[in-house]
Structure formats: structure tokens, C-alpha cells
């Protein structure tokens, strides 16, 4: 079965610090690896998908994340956090062509003067 | 364009209480999905549709009943609501063969 993880459940950044968020997946045939980001009080918008193209995949926002299959690892960076990028952010999995998303915890982003 | 819209946004029920929350969709997805957002424990699936006419159960289905009414609605339904349902409710949408969901803004439900 698909599970996600996150290292994190709050991470901290100075505004104009990179920015790294972490998402570990297992999933027993290759899979499609989405990150979602989500603003107080509203729903999720798509920040980058990885369908099995290229490995490093950029996003919305500046946002990019590399995908690692020895290392099951799909992580998020931005090289220059913005006090815009508050939100909780969430990695996502699935199998078969995108549908029965398997969602992380999900990863709150704080972002200081 | 609106995309996935739910309704209510907001409800509160007392114990026992029935209640259907609404989703619609109006970019001719193939798939819907039922998610409930807990603290800590990021989105776990209710119930999906993966085509008109067909539901299956997700990670935590007891307590609820789904309707695909048609293409574009997709309904949840709690007979008989507990408090441990109090949450917030997202429906989703995608298309079969792209991959991306597509959130509605999502229903915070309190049961008391």
C-alpha cells in the first residue's frame, strides 16, 4: 500500500532562506508524486506534479522538487522563502494514473522577518 | 469557471443529526473523492467515485454514505453524526488519465 511522510510537521525559515520541506513515499509500482499547498481557511491548490518525466520538477511560485527513486524521496525547495509562502504544505501519492490520492501529515510553514 | 464547489461551507449538528454535504463539478472529471482534514493527520479519503455510477470506500468510511447523483455531483452523507465527525470536509475531483485534483474549498463541520 501507498503511504506518505513528512519530516516535520513545522518548519521555520527566515524570509530570503531556502526553503526545504520533506516527503518520503513507499509505494509498490511507480507512482505520481504530488505537492499541494494549502492557505488558511481555504482548499488545496496545486504547487508541482511529477508523473514520470523529468526527475526535477518546477512549480508554481518558485517552488521545485526533485524526484529521488533510491531514496524514495520527493522533497520541496524554494531558494528564497517569502512571507507569502505561509501555508501548510502537503505531499501526496498515487498509482494509478492519479486517482486515490494518499496524502502526507502535511507540513506548516512559518516565515520570519 | 468554478471548478468544485461544496456546500454548506459551515455546519454545526447536534448528535444524531443527519446531514448531506453537496459537491459539484464542472470540468467533466471522470473521478471524485471525499477527504476529511484532522490536525496532524493531513487528508484521508471517506469515500471515491472513479466514473458515474461506481463508489468505493477509502481509509475511513464508517459513519458515511456517498451518491454519485451524475458526472458532475458527488454527495456525502452522515446518517446519524458523532462528534469524533467533527472536521473539515474537502471534495475533489480529476481526470482519470491527468493526475492533478482539484479541491473544493471544503465544509467545517462541529457536531455536538
Known amino acids: 500500500a501507498q503511504s506518505v511522510t513528512q519530516l516535520g510537521s513545522h518548519v521555520s525559515v527566515s524570509e530570503g532562506a531556502l526553503v526545504l520541506l520533506r516527503c518520503n513515499y513507499s509505494s509498490s509500482v511507480p507512482p505520481y508524486l504530488f505537492w499541494y499547498v494549502q492557505y488558511p481557511n481555504q482548499g488545496l491548490q496545486l504547487l508541482l506534479k511529477y508523473t514520470s518525466a523529468a526527475t526535477l520538477v518546477k512549480g508554481i511560485n518558485g517552488f521545485e522538487a526533485e524526484f529521488k527513486k533510491s531514496e524514495t524521496s520527493f522533497h520541496l525547495t524554494k531558494p528564497s522563502a517569502h512571507m507569502s509562502d505561509a501555508a501548510e504544505y502537503f505531499c501526496?501519492?498515487?498509482?494509478?494514473?492519479?486517482?486515490?490520492?494518499?496524502f502526507g501529515p502535511g507540513t506548516r510553514l512559518s516565515v520570519l522577518p | 469557471n468554478a471548478g468544485v464547489t461544496q456546500t454548506p461551507k459551515f455546519q454545526v449538528l447536534k448528535t444524531g443529526q443527519s446531514m448531506t454535504l453537496q459537491c459539484a463539478q464542472d470540468?467533466?472529471?471522470?473521478?471524485m473523492y471525499w477527504y476529511r482534514q484532522d490536525p496532524g493527520m493531513g487528508l484521508r479519503l471517506i469515500y471515491y467515485?472513479?466514473?458515474?455510477?461506481?463508489?468505493d470506500k477509502g481509509e475511513v468510511p464508517n459513519g458515511y454514505n456517498v451518491s454519485r447523483l451524475n458526472k458532475r455531483e458527488f454527495s456525502l452523507r452522515l446518517e446519524s453524526a458523532a462528534p469524533s465527525q467533527t472536521s473539515v470536509y474537502f471534495c475533489a475531483s480529476n481526470h482519470q488519465a491527468g493526475g492533478e485534483a482539484f479541491f473544493g474549498q471544503g465544509t467545517r463541520l462541529t457536531v455536538v
Open positions: 467515485s472513479a466514473s458515474e455510477g461506481t463508489t
Open positions: 470540468m467533466n472529471h471522470n473521478s
Open positions: 501526496a501519492v498515487s498509482e494509478n494514473y492519479g486517482q486515490n490520492f494518499v
